[in-house]
């Protein structure tokens, strides 16, 4: 192992999922993760891309489903191991972390909703596949609605003048949905399936949407040109476009009234999938500075032997333990109550991720001209680090978010822990 773990109730068995998953993370990831990085999308998405055989090996050894219960064939982690194995992940990459948990949510969603036809139809496929051939990934922003989409009590989320993007009408018992989402949607261009965010009653703005599980080879949908970015080159992402298409009634598994409820358990889901991958990067970076430390000569020493480095070093060791620390918590939290805290995720996911960040710059500056060039791993982790404070909500608006949920429910009560 590269990195100390403080926790001393580590069992056996999590330390060798830790062992197993960094092993993964340094051999697979990091290579194909800087293969990826260095090609065009186009290229990233091309039959023979190394993405694909990428996403064969994860899902034979079932990481691609971390977040799942083992009762519908996933690897039915507990929450400090979905902390340690997404950690690793995120150690290797943070965008191809990404790319293999997205690809869970239509499964995932289909148990939130504890519907057996659905687990049936797309959980249980999911978690028995073994060659990466079924990977969905997760529409809720729209080219008109990034943070528009966050519930709040802001006007503007129940406002009719707030119109999405991709919308839907009643045809007997079907949808039939019209627009488009994002060019931001991970792992857009490449899933077969979606969990999927569309307007219902335009009446209600954004409070009027819903959700609903779908493959994505239905007649009417296309799929935009993968997007070229700044970080994280090595997740796909891309618009999905609606064009008449029919969705039967069973596939919508959330109307209006459970909208915005559904959306916060969804965010304080995903804001710990990010805070555990940048603490997995926010690591990365610690263990590159250490290395090149040890290595570089400056002033007729190591760089390690000068008091100053020392000190450097010590305030990313620090950053990685607060990331560590305050996420594991979040996550062992937001396992334990219904519904979530997500003001607990946001603290996690915006700390972490400007971190991670952080760690990322002060590695490049330990670096000197080596940090900049392609040569070492540091500015690919800059690049990447600095695409989290956005990901998943603005760090700031999330903020903003986590602000509304103390004033509504402060001061909580043990009572809704236990
Ligand atoms: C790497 C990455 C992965 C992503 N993955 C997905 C995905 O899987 N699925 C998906 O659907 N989307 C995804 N997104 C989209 C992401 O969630 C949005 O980019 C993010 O929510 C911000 O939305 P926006 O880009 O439209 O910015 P905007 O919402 O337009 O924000 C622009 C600026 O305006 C500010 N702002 C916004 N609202 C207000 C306000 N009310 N008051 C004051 N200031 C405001 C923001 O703080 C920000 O600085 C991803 C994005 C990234 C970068």
Known sequence: MSYFDIDLELTEEDVALQEAAH???????????????????????????????????????????????????????SPKQQCIVLEELGWGSFGLAVQLAVASFAALGAVYTNNDTLIEEFTKPFCECKDGSIRSCWGITEPDHGTDVIPTPEVWFSSPDMKTNLRSRRDGDDYILNGQKSSWVSGGTVATHAWLHFGIDPSQGFAGS????????????????????????DLNQGEIFFDDVRISSKYVVVDPDFYSPIV?????????????????????????????????????KPMKDHFYTKIRMFELFRRVEVCRAITRRATELNFSVVPGFLEYSIVGKTTTTEMALQNAHDCIQLFGGNGITKEYLPEKLYRDARMTLIEDGNNEMLAADGGHKIYETYPRQRSDIF
């Not at 819903?210 to 080159?233: H, T, V, W, Y």
Request: proline share 5%.
């Open 210 to 233: 819903g959700c609903a599980i779908i493959p994505l080879d239905l007649r009417g949908i296309s799929k935009g040109k993968p997007l070229e970015k700044l970080g994280q080159r």
């Open 23 to 77: 092993r993964f993370a340094k051999e697979v990831i990091r290579p194909v993760a800087k293969k990826l990085d260095a090609m065009s999308a186009e290229e990233y998405v091309a039959p023979g891309s190394p993405f694909w055989d990428f996403m064969k090996q994860a899902y034979q050894l079932g990481y691609h489903t971390v977040l799942l219960p083992e009762w519908v064939g996933g690897m039915g982690l």
């Open 264 to 300: 916060d358990m969804f965010l304080t889901m995903a804001n710990l999938l990010m805070s555990n991958a940048a603490t997995g990067l926010a690591r990365a970076a610690f263990d590159e500075a250490f290395a090149y430390s040890k290595e570089r000569v400056v002033g007729l």
